[in-house]
């Protein structure tokens, strides 16, 4: 089949909730759609809010409703017979949960291949898992990984092999989050933020993996020392509201601002100086690459895939979590030198806009596609 041949592509998720991967795949489906194929998203569980906004760009999408706990009968009955119903050429299954049931389904799918992405490091698999994984790897056409730990963890189960592995990071579209002063004095002046004032931010799921407890005690000993700072945390999740009793408990509550699930992240992204990312484990972090694409600085934990984005010396910093006070050395630090900042926010645009860029990503999926068929 020739590349410039179109084909039927369909991505099997969770939902198309609000996170990284679901992002991710909502770009793919949006790209792929764009190029000419004919793309579904089959959602196990939920449709979800990303599915929502992407109803209207005649994109398929359906949901099986999934019941959670033991592997869905019925839903995994229903897959096979929109797989084969469909004659897809390509199944595209991400993470885990995901690839179960479309490890199955593809085997009743006359003639589609099945390619899989692991978006970060999955939990340790049971025994029973551990070798459905390794019987399930011989029919699997790719298996995709977003940083080298995940790549390495697959390799290393058996999973998948060095043949058929591969490691793709993920991709933004870098002309969307481009750094905009008129934007950013009307957004300040709307919330009352001077211009001399160093805003941090945070965009993530209020989860522990993403621990945001470590964020609060590192804000409060820089608050402690500097007064002209402001931290934005946008996300929801099961932590919210122990966050949120930290937060008054420390006496931040004029410093610290929880804003919730928030839909226009760019602008909230032009208000801020600073990207704090305390994960303890992590992919290819999405709102990371937004972030420094929009010239933020980045102020990350080194793990995953946080260390293939950001250097630690030239376009960002690490956070050392056994340090209380890394991040008033950071960002005294950081801010006590002239036209520092403007080089370090600069090097992070370029390093998203060389290494990161949507349009790469795309390219890499359909070589991979293509030499399936």
Not at 43 to 59: S, T, V
Not at 211 to 218: A, E, G, M, N, P
Not at 322 to 342: C, E, G, V, W
């Amino acid at each position: 089949m020739l590349p410039q041949q179109k084909l039927k592509i369909a991505h099997v998720v969770l939902s198309l909730d609000m996170g990284g991967l679901e992002k991710i795949v909502s770009l793919m489906a949006q790209y792929q759609h764009h190029c000419g194929h004919k793309v579904s998203i089959i959602c196990l569980d939920r449709i979800g809010a990303l599915g929502e906004e992407i109803k209207h760009l005649n994109i398929d999408i359906q949901c099986l409703n999934r019941l959670p706990g033991r592997l869905d009968i019925a839903v995994l009955l229903q897959l096979i017979q929109f797989l084969r119903q469909n004659q897809f050429n390509i199944v595209h299954s991400h993470n885990v949960e995901a690839y179960t049931y479309a490890a199955v389904a593809i085997l009743t799918s006359h003639g589609a291949r099945l390619i899989h992405t692991q978006h970060g490091l999955p939990d340790q698999f049971k025994p029973v898992k551990k070798l459905f994984l390794r019987i399930s790897g011989s029919w699997l056409g790719r298996h995709i990984s977003v940083s080298r730990q995940v790549q390495q963890q697959a390799i290393n189960s058996g999973w998948t092999n060095e043949n058929k592995a591969d490691m793709i990071t993920n991709g933004i579209d870098t002309s969307l989050y481009v750094k905009n002063e008129r934007k950013r004095k009307i957004l300040r002046d709307h919330y009352n933020i001077s211009e001399n004032e160093i805003v941090l931010i945070a965009i993530s799921r209020i989860e522990p993996v993403k621990d945001h407890v470590t964020l609060i005690r590192q804000y409060s000993n820089l608050c402690a020392s500097m007064n002209n700072t402001r931290l934005l945390i946008i996300g929801d999740g099961s932590l919210k509201p122990a966050i949120e009793s930290m937060i008054y408990e420390l006496g931040l509550v004029d410093r610290v601002t929880c804003l919730g699930q928030q839909s226009d992240i760019i602008g909230f992204l032009q208000m801020a100086d600073v990207y704090m990312l305390t994960s303890i484990s992590e992919g290819i972090s999405i709102s990371l690459l937004e972030a420094m694409s929009a010239e933020l600085i980045p102020i990350v934990t080194p793990v995953g895939g946080n260390t293939q984005i950001v250097d630690g010396k030239t376009n960002g910093f690490y956070l050392d979590i056994n340090n209380p006070d890394s991040l008033l050395r950071l960002i005294s630090t950081l801010y006590s030198i002239k036209n520092k900042p403007a080089l370090i926010s600069s090097a992070a645009r370029d390093n998203i806009c060389c290494n990161f860029d949507l349009t790469m990503m795309m390219n890499r999926y359909s070589n991979h596609y293509y030499s399936l068929l």
